[in-house]
């Protein structure tokens, strides 16, 4: 019994210290998780914003700019001038901005210099290039044009402080080989202006750089303000431009009246367009940017041989398949680029 009793006695105080031991991590594990619920939490580093979504952005404006030239030129052949379609649609398209981006408006004063440079650079690049190539030899004042990321490398530099890499400046030859390759006619010679409407394109493709540039640099500015601007630039300079080639306003309505309902569609469609390149061009650097919107000279060219009839030629072929790689190339980059920042 004695040595009943003191085995007994020993499991009890055995018992009990266990029940200590488990109380005690009990309690200590409970004031943790009290002073882990209570104690703020640190938010995760965000995940980098994708980049891939701004260049497919520019490839979608893009897209529609290299095929936006055609209906133009179908009001053209029904007799409605190209200088008062422009005007007349791009109404349309400050009309479609006031509807549904009532307040964009607003950013207008508090940015007044950066609104007044996108609104006068847009209006510029639109009707100087709407002008040129009515005057001039398409193809010459297309290359003339498409020289625009050769001017952008500097006015980024100036405004925005933005320094070109090893791989930008390699991804902007590629480009710039393309359209070369692309636009190229030993008849037409070196692409530089003879005369006063080349001058002209040539400065259109400056003012488009410039535009990109200042668009980048308004970062604060949303897009659908940039779009609004953009468009009430262009058809302030397209009014005088259609009346001196087209002094006749009495017969603008009369000659729009069967193209009404295309004017607005291509209204609509150059609102939610320039919108498009807004963000785009405001998420990538101003000289990559540069390089995917020449993507338009592909679109254009299978454009023009779909639609128009034109004949397609290797080098035609060749020169998109280069300007397509320079494109994924400057998307590539842009999206490593994200992803080494997003590390450190």
Known sequence: MAGSSGETRFARIAFRKLLDNLQARSTVQLAHYKVSALSPRVPSAPAPASTLLPVFALMLGATSWGILWYPFRLMAAAGLPAPVATLLAYLASIT???????????EFRPN??????????????????LVAIMEAEVLRIVLLFYLAPLWTVPLA?????????????????????GAIVMLWRPELGFPAPRNGFEWLGLAAGIAFALCNVLVKGAHQVSPQAKSL??????ALVALPVALWLSPAPGRWLTQAAPHVLLL?????????????????????AANRAAVVLLFELVVAAIAAHYLAGE??????????????????????????????????
């Open 264 to 284: 607005a569609v291509i209204g609509a469609v150059l609102m939610s367009t320039s919108v498009t390149l807004q963000y785009g061009l405001s998420k990538l």
């Open 96 to 106: 479609v901005g006031f509807v549904f981006f009532p307040r964009a408006w607003r």
């Open 311 to 344: 004949v397609s030629r290797p080098q035609d072929w060749m020169g998109g398949a280069m300007i397509v790689a320079a494109g994924l190339l400057a998307a590539f980059w842009e999206h490593r680029a994200a992803q080494l920042a997003a590390r450190r």
């Open 229 to 234: 601007a953009g468009a009430i630039g262009v």
């Open 112 to 129: 007044a210099l950066w609104i007044f440079g996108i609104a006068l650079s847009a209006g510029l690049t639109n009707v100087a290039y």
């Open 157 to 177: 530099r100036l405004i925005l402080k933005e320094r070109l890499t090893v791989i930008g400046y390699a991804t902007a030859a590629l480009a710039m080989c």
